[in-house]
């Protein structure tokens, strides 16, 4: 998203007519589906093609981000894939238990429907960033209201209004009805509008007293789900980079950054029908995430 230098975001970032650069307004959730009408195309699955970067960051996102990040471009995020064991300095590779659960408890505290009152340690920033990268792959984003809501709760108060600002206009409503929403991102009568980012691991590249940068590896999924849908659920791996700070007491995402991968080989599972998968969307609710 181009919001300039000064305010540590890219300048070659800019979302793109593609409905499916990003899920939930975040490069955090880049998802592309295939462009074919007719049918409910899950019986042809096909590998998503590839776009230039997009305007919104997180995830971006996500959307996946989450969508997506939800989670665009928000520069300023390490990035550079170098290991850390907390000091800033690198450290050795991880050990093969370190996607074990840390054994802390889940926090308690929600800030409306986001989870907050993260620990000031690295297990904190690994949840915190775990948790904002859900929200902000989240179909929430694709409202006005909510979309506020999200980045206010997730976000530095000194970048949510000039980021806020940013995403109203990259939520036009002619992006929403290319991604199959009505004009005022509302979801079509019939169907199902699917946007979520689920975390596969994390990893905490550095680390001072009230800053942390956590690289958060996810898969996404975004599309509209329903009969007759021409816009079928598609899933996508992606590694978000968010750089947080320690704000008031609890951390809020500063910047971040996303790229591809890693992405395993397709399974042989059959693709569902939109009815299945619109299903377990309505069926299935989602998880704090916990270091």
Same mark, same amino acid.
């Given at each position: 998203?181009?919001?300039?230098?000064?305010?540590?975001?890219?300048?070659?970032?800019?979302?793109?007519?593609?409905?499916?650069?990003?899920?939930?307004?975040?490069?955090?959730?880049?998802? @592309?589906?295939?462009?074919?009408? !007719?049918?409910?195309?899950?019986?042809?699955?096909?590998?998503?093609? @590839?776009?230039?970067? %997009?305007?919104?960051?997180?995830?971006?996102?996500?959307?996946?981000?989450?969508?997506?990040?939800? &989670?665009?471009?928000?520069?300023?995020?390490?990035?550079?894939?170098?290991?850390?064991? #907390?000091?800033?300095?690198?450290?050795?590779?991880?050990?093969?238990?370190?996607?074990?659960?840390?054994?802390?408890?889940?926090?308690?505290?929600?800030?409306?429907?986001?989870?907050?009152?993260?620990?000031?340690?690295?297990?904190?920033?690994?949840?915190?960033?775990?948790?904002?990268?859900?929200?902000?792959?989240?179909? !929430?984003?694709?409202?006005?209201?909510?979309? @506020? %809501?999200?980045?206010?709760?997730?976000?530095?108060?000194?970048?949510?209004?000039?980021?806020?600002?940013?995403?109203?206009?990259?939520?036009?409503?002619?992006?929403?009805?290319? +991604?199959?929403?009505?004009?005022? #991102?509302?979801?079509?009568?019939?169907?199902? &509008?699917?946007? @979520?980012?689920?975390?596969? #691991?994390?990893?905490?590249?550095?680390?001072?007293?009230?800053?942390?940068?956590?690289? +958060?590896?996810?898969?996404?999924?975004?599309?509209?789900?329903?009969?007759?849908?021409?816009?079928?659920? %598609?899933?996508?791996?992606?590694?978000?980079?968010?750089?947080?700070?320690?704000?008031?007491?609890?951390?809020?995402?500063?910047?971040?950054?996303?790229?591809?991968?890693?992405?395993?080989?397709?399974?042989?599972?059959?693709?569902?029908?939109?009815?299945?998968?619109?299903?377990?969307?309505? !069926?299935?609710? !989602? &998880?704090?995430?916990?270091?």
């Amino acid at each position: 998203m181009s919001l300039g230098d000064d305010n540590g975001y890219g300048n070659d970032s800019g979302r793109t007519d593609d409905a499916y650069s990003t899920i939930g307004g975040t490069r955090q959730t880049r998802t @592309r589906l295939p462009d074919g009408e !007719g049918g409910d195309g899950y019986n042809t699955p096909r590998r998503p093609a @590839r776009a230039s970067r %997009s305007l919104i960051t997180m995830a971006g996102v996500v959307v996946l981000l989450i969508a997506a990040i939800a &989670f665009a471009n928000m520069g300023g995020g390490d990035g550079n894939g170098n290991d850390g064991d #907390g000091s800033g300095k690198g450290g050795s590779k991880p050990e093969a238990a370190s996607t074990a659960a840390t054994g802390t408890k889940p926090v308690t505290g929600k800030n409306g429907t986001i989870p907050s009152g993260f620990a000031h340690d690295e297990q904190g920033a690994q949840s915190a960033a775990s948790n904002y990268a859900v929200a902000l792959g989240s179909a !929430g984003m694709f409202s006005t209201d909510t979309r @506020r %809501s999200i980045v206010q709760t997730t976000h530095d108060p000194a970048v949510v209004e000039s980021l806020v600002a940013a995403l109203t206009k990259a939520y036009s409503p002619s992006f929403l009805k290319n +991604v199959g929403l009505n004009e005022d #991102g509302t979801t079509p009568s019939g169907l199902t &509008f699917v946007s @979520r980012t689920i975390p596969v #691991g994390t990893k905490v590249t550095e680390k001072t007293g009230d800053t942390a940068t956590v690289e +958060v590896w996810c898969t996404g999924l975004v599309g509209m789900a329903g009969p007759g849908s021409t816009k079928p659920v %598609s899933a996508t791996w992606f590694t978000i980079s968010e750089k947080l700070k320690w704000v008031g007491d609890d951390w809020r995402i500063e910047s971040s950054s996303q790229k591809e991968g890693p992405t395993p080989v397709n399974g042989d599972n059959r693709a569902s029908t939109a009815d299945e998968i619109a299903g377990a969307v309505e !069926g299935y609710g !989602g &998880f704090t995430y916990a270091r």
